[in-house]
């Protein structure tokens, strides 16, 4: 079992940045890829972020350029440094680890991003 708690969320005003972290415990060995997933009110979950243990990143095409995904491995968190911050990204963020050996996925709680003036 991975257990996945995140931080960081808030309220911030259109141009404002914020950083989410996300801590993974229990048997993190198995986790390689950890990212960041969010959903706005009646939208589809999307992805945000992925990164794996070697440090290849990807991005979902509406925060390429504005976020930015790290991991340290040591502490077993992730971290999603938020710039530019529009309405748009108004989300609930979840942080997600899959087992591609269980097939299983591990979700945090999820931490609110509300931007606005």
């Known amino acids: 079992q991975v257990q996945l708690v995140e931080s960081g969320g808030g309220l911030v005003q259109p141009g404002g940045s914020l950083r989410l972290s996300c801590a993974a415990s229990?048997?993190?060995?198995?986790?390689?890829?950890m990212g960041w997933y969010r959903q706005a009110p009646g939208k589809e979950r999307e992805l945000v972020a992925g990164?794996?243990?070697?440090?290849?990143?990807n991005y979902g095409d509406s925060v390429k350029g504005r976020f930015t995904i790290s991991r340290d491995n040591a502490k077993s968190t992730v971290y999603l440094q938020m710039n530019s911050l529009t309405a748009e990204d108004t989300a609930v963020y979840y942080c997600?680890?899959?087992?591609?050996?269980?097939?299983?996925?591990?979700w945090g709680q999820g931490t609110q991003v509300t931007v606005s003036s």
């Open positions: 990164i794996t243990r070697g440090a290849s990143t």
């Open positions: 997600h680890a899959p087992d591609l050996i269980k097939g299983v996925s591990y």
């Open positions: 229990g048997s993190t060995f198995r986790i390689n890829v």
